[in-house]
Every structure is written in C-alpha cells, then in structure tokens.
C-alpha cells in the first residue's frame, strides 16, 4: 500500500478518510470511472481494497488498474444505496453489474373522465386521469388480457377520436367484442357495470364478479329473459377459464418472484410478475457480470437496479440468500410507501413457483451460452481458414450500393462474439468521386473510418471484410497502407451466378482461398456480408429517395423558401423556371443578375 504513479498515496488516503457512509468510485485513467461501491464504514470497506492478500483474482485485476478513489458522503447506508444505483446506471462502470433494461414497462390503462371510459394498453408517464392496472412483463402480455376482456366485459378499446366520430356501430359489435357506446346502443349505467366488473377482475376479485353473475343469471331465467341468462351464463364460462389460466394458487396479492442462474460467462436473471393473485407472464434478462461473481451479488445489484425508481410489489420471492436482504427491504419499503417482504426460504406451493422461475432461467442460460458455443465455432473455423496468428473477436464489414451512381452508401458493419454490434454500425454518403465509382467509394469509406479509429475514436477490428473483388480490396489495401494499420483483410468476391457457398475469398497477400459451402466459417462470412449489403441497401434507398424529391432551387444559396415559392409560382412550376433563362430570371422581383446566373447554372452547367 502506498502512492501510485499518478501520485495519489493510499496510505495518505486511507489515514484521513472517514467512518461514515457513502459511496466510493475507483478511478482509473482518464479519469474512467471502473467501479462504484458503497459502505456502511467507508473506511473500512475502502481499505480492505488495499490490503495485501485475501482479494478476489478479479478485485486484483481491478486494483492494478486504479490510481485514484474518490468518495460521496451520505448520511445514510440507505441513502448510500440509492446513490450507488444512479451513479451505477449513469457511468456503467465495466467492473459492476449492470441491467441493461432501459424500457418502460406496459400498463392495463382504464380512462375516467368520459362517460364510456377506454381500457387500452398505457406505456410511458402515468399522467392521464384514470386507473392503471400492472406492470405486465410485456406488450403481448396485455394485449392478451385486453383480447380476454373483451370477450367477457366487451368495454371499449378503441381510440377516442374513432369512438368520437361513429355513426354506426363497428365491426367489434359484430363479432360481440363491444356493445357499442359510440352510438348509444348501451346506456351510461349498463356501460359503468360492465367497467366496474372488468376494474374487479383486473382487481383479482374474480370470485365476485362470478357470484354475482350467477346471481343475475337466476334472476334473469327465472323472469324468463333466456337470452340475458344465457349472455350472463357466458360470461361466467369465460371467467372460470380465465382463472383456470392465469391464476396462482393461495395468492391474492402482488408480489414477483425471481431466480438467478449463472454459468458458462451468462447470467440470467428470471422474473415472473403476479398482480392480484394472477400470473401476468414472466421475462428473462442477461445482466452484464464480470468474471467470478457470485449469483448471490448478481440478484443484489438486480434487485437495486431494477426496482429503485420503479412501482415495487408487496413482496419478491428469490431463489437464494441476498447478502444484503435488511438494507434492500429498509429501502425499497421507504421508497414504495409500504412494507415489502424479501422471503428467501418458501414452501409448499410457493416453492413450487420459485423452483419454476429456476428452472426457467437455467433453460435461458443454457440457450444463450449454446447459441455464443455455435458463434464461437464459426470464428474459430474462419481464423482456421484464413490461417490467422491471432484469433478473431471482432470483424468490420464494408459494402457499396448506389443506382447507376447516383446516391453512393457505404455501409460499415461490426461483429463481435455475440453477433452483431449494432451501435457500432456505421453509415458514409459518398461525395466527390466519379459516379459508380466503387473502388473509390470504397477507399473513402475505409479512409473515413480507419482515419478516426487511428485517433482513437474507436477500436480497431481483428479482421476486415471487403464485399468485393481484387479491385475493392486494393483500394482497401492502399488505404490502410496510408494508415499504417496491418489489419488482415478478406475480400468476399460472388462466386458463378452468385450463388451462396461459392465465394472467392481474395486475402491481402494476394492470395485466392475457396471454402467448402459447409464451413462454418464461410457461414459467418456470408452472414456479415448480407448484413452489410441489407445496411448499405437501406441507406442508399433512404438517401436516393430523399434527392428525388428535393429541388435543384434548395441548394443555390441566396434562395429560400419564400424566394422559392415566388420563382414557382411566377414561372408555373419548376419545369419552367429550368427552361428559363438569365434574363427571365431577372424579371422576378428580388432576383439579381449573379442569383440568376447561379439559378441558370444550377440547371444548365456553368456556361450560358
């Protein structure tokens, strides 16, 4: 323990440093942020970072790697916590756990403030006047209640401004899904019944609304009205069916139950929602972990990450022991407003629910651990291919596309272990080239990329593949000469007819390579090239499109909207205004012989 090269003295640190609660952030160069931490005794938590023996094969490695700490004083361990998760969430420090799940979840959202309210799926801020039933996992999970509703309660779902502007009812009567409020088939009481019987289903208070449509069907049959009787008989059919699928046994409230499950460098954490007794679906996610964490720590910084700032049940049911059960309750009921119970150990039924959401999650980790095996085969093939020192971890792909010249794209797409890394994907509109030129739209593309990836913009690839012949990798090739770069590079030349599995393989020393259509490494060359060629089509069609329907007129400079709505309007149409010449030109109020010489030339080159 002592100074750094920095100059930051440990022990100097540690001597002054204090006993409250807080956080602390291990720093590294440039003032990277690698891990975010919090204590009870900031003392004692940091300083058992520097002590020789006892850390972690991981801790060692962050430790060679930090040459500053700074700390946040708080005056709570809660407070700590909160804290911790905001700055976890906003620096994603790559030595802490972190959820990458950014989206709201979706509501069951039932309106109030008209006469026939709308029950519709809600995402987003919960501002409008009405109740809000969930979170559901997902959107299919609602719209699967919406789907089941309305079958039974046929409450509206239509938006307000087709409500708003019917003069018939719609096919949704037809098919009996809506007993159509638009035109008044239904009065203001009836509508409110079927309302507040959907609230009490959505409620969990199935056995109400049963019992008491049984009791309206008796009445009705006994009046002899056997078609109400048999609509009420109905409803309760679909009632039971629904409790039959979506109910838990001996559960009326609202709590979630998770299970962790790590192996193979995957973590998955496996959350199933249950609202008012009923299991509204269940959803998998793949928290990031560095190496040797164990499941206890990664449900932890889940069940910080997740619920902090989010509507949090009575009570979550886990698969495992948390080391931090107290402080998470203390602060997870001061944010709910209510008391949540964390239960680790459960039996009986609930037992049976936890072991489910386990194995769930050991199903999802064994797929995504099979599914990296098969990526990590194709790019063990290839570098077996290629004949590569080095192994692969990350290839760049390039591709042109243009229609006869115009419109020139380059696309640049990235690859990694896990398949595509779509936020490294790039897009280049070509300029200044001889039109269908491709080696040169080529070497401006590479030129553009390499350039700031050489300043530190990015990071370099293992392996380039070039779509294209000798041509497009030579001009490749010069390019990352200029750089200095010796990255090894493939150009993916079409085989006869095109056909997939017959590709020449043009590598930079000059050599020709052909691979059997069955090696997986060919599989991952043509995966990546289609994905370039879908990525530079897209652009090119986007850009081409735009072109065609701007005017010459908006890029003459002199010559905005209003001058161009005069020049259209004086001349009937753009059409005209090219036939024209300079001194036509001239004679619209504001154009200057050097505007009308340019507006001229815009259309006929540069002479007159």
């Not at 099979?370 to 990590?376: E, F, I, L």
């Not at 760049?396 to 006869?404: L, P, R, V």
Request: aromatic share 8%.
């Amino acid at each position: 323990m002592g100074s750094t090269d920095s100059g930051f003295d440990a022990s100097e640190f540690l001597r002054h440093l204090t006993s409250h609660p807080g956080v602390y952030r291990m720093l590294g160069n440039d003032g990277e942020v690698l891990y975010v931490g919090k204590a009870r005794n900031l003392k004692n938590r940091v300083s058992s970072y520097f002590r020789s023996g006892g850390l972690s094969p991981k801790t060692q490695v962050l430790m060679g790697q930090v040459i500053n700490v700074e700390i946040t004083v708080t005056h709570t361990e809660s407070e700590a916590l909160i804290l911790e998760n905001t700055l976890i969430k906003s620096l994603q420090p790559r030595y802490n756990i972190l959820l990458r799940d950014d989206k709201s979840y979706p509501y069951i959202y039932l309106s109030s403030s008209q006469t026939y309210p709308r029950l519709t799926l809600h995402r987003g801020a919960r501002k409008a006047k009405g109740r809000y039933f969930g979170p559901y996992p997902n959107a299919t999970a609602v719209r699967e209640s919406l789907h089941l509703l309305q079958k039974v309660f046929r409450v509206r779902q239509c938006e307000d401004s087709f409500f708003e502007n019917r003069s018939r009812p719609c096919l949704q009567y037809q098919i009996k899904r809506c007993t159509a409020p638009c035109v008044e088939l239904i009065s203001p009481a009836a509508y409110a019944e079927d309302v507040r019987h959907t609230v009490q289903f959505l409620e969990g208070r199935n056995s109400e609304v049963i019992d008491e449509l049984a009791q309206r069907m008796d009445a009705a049959a006994a009046a002899l009205e056997y078609e109400e009787a048999a609509r009420y008989r109905d409803q309760i059919v679909n009632l039971r069916h629904i409790q039959e699928r979506q109910y838990v046994s001996g559960e009326r409230g609202d709590l979630d139950i998770l299970a962790v499950v790590a192996a193979g460098g995957v973590a998955c954490v496996q959350v199933f929602y249950i609202r008012a007794g009923r299991n509204l679906g269940n959803k998998a996610f793949f928290p990031r972990v560095p190496g040797e964490t164990v499941p206890g720590e990664i449900l932890s910084a889940f069940v910080t990450q997740y619920y902090l700032g989010r509507e949090v049940p009575n009570e979550l049911l886990v698969n495992i022991d948390l080391p931090d059960a107290e402080l998470l309750v203390r602060v997870l009921s001061e944010q709910a407003g209510h008391t949540v119970v964390l239960s680790s150990r459960v039996r009986g039924e609930r037992a049976r629910w936890v072991e489910m959401a386990e194995r769930n999650a050991q199903h999802a980790v064994q797929a995504r651990v099979s599914s990296r095996a098969g990526m990590y085969q194709r790019y063990e093939a290839l570098q077996l291919a290629l004949g590569l020192e080095e192994p692969v971890a990350r290839l760049e792909c390039f591709d042109i596309s243009h229609t006869q010249g115009e419109a020139t794209v380059a696309s640049c797409v990235v690859f990694g272990l896990e398949g595509a890394v779509k936020s490294d994907y790039r897009r280049f509109n070509i300029e200044g080239i001889e039109p269908g030129d491709d080696y040169a739209a080529m070497a401006q593309a590479l030129l553009r990329r390499y350039t700031r990836i050489s300043a530190g913009e990015g990071v370099l690839p293992d392996l380039i593949l070039i779509d294209g012949g000798k041509g497009q990798l030579s001009a490749a090739r010069r390019v990352l000469d200029e750089l200095q770069l010796s990255v090894p590079m493939v150009g993916v030349a079409k085989g006869p007819e095109r056909k997939a599995g017959w590709e020449v393989l043009h590598l930079r020393d000059g050599r020709e390579l052909r691979l059997a259509a069955d090696n997986p490494g060919l599989h991952l060359i043509q995966q990546v090239r289609d994905e370039a060629h879908r990525f530079a089509i897209t652009g090119h069609r986007a850009r081409r499109g735009r072109s065609r329907t701007e005017s010459p007129l908006e890029a003459i400079p002199g010559i905005g909207p209003r001058r161009r709505q005069q020049l259209l309007r004086q001349f009937g149409g753009l059409r005209e205004v090219a036939r024209a010449g300079v001194e036509d030109l001239l004679k619209v109020k504001g154009v200057s012989r050097e505007l009308a010489q340019a507006i001229y030339n815009a259309f006929h080159g540069d002479g007159q």
